[in-house]
């Protein structure tokens, strides 16, 4: 896959499997997520180099819009066959209202190989995060790309 299509294929798998950002749950949306990246490389972004990763964070953020619990999985791309080193990020963020994820505070952790995806997924399945927003629905679910 091209890296600048990385949204678009995304949201094509996910329509694919009869899912889409209105309806998504967290948990689907990161199953998901980490079946995209195991499935699809992108081109110019070695998974051994470290250059196709993913991030899953959580915590309370004020982004301007009032307070909201957001957990997030992104995976960032590394282009480095350009002239200048190009860092992306395709991230899907659930948000919920904040006292969901008050017991969860805030954390995050990366999957740098596809060996390391199985121990990442147990961490993700067990995490604060994704027991305070199981039985929720997010206020509203977003997925970004763009550069860093």
Known sequence: MKPSAARTRFLERLEGA????????????????????????????????????LLFQWGIADWGHGPAFEV???????????????IWQLRLVFYFDPLVGLSAGERNRWCWSLEALPEFREFVRSSPAMKAVAQHSPMSVELLYGPT
Do not use: H, N, W
């Not at 950002?21 to 689907?28: D, S």
């Not at 997520?33 to 990763?53: K, L, N, P, V």
């Open 72 to 86: 997030d999985l992104t995976r960032q791309l590394i282009r480095t066959d350009t002239e200048e080193k190009e």
């Open 18 to 53: 009869g899912l889409s950002l209105e309806i998504l749950t967290p948990t689907a949306g990161v199953e998901a997520m980490m079946a995209y990246f195991t499935e699809e490389r992108a081109d110019g972004c070695s998974i051994d180099g470290d250059r196709d990763s």
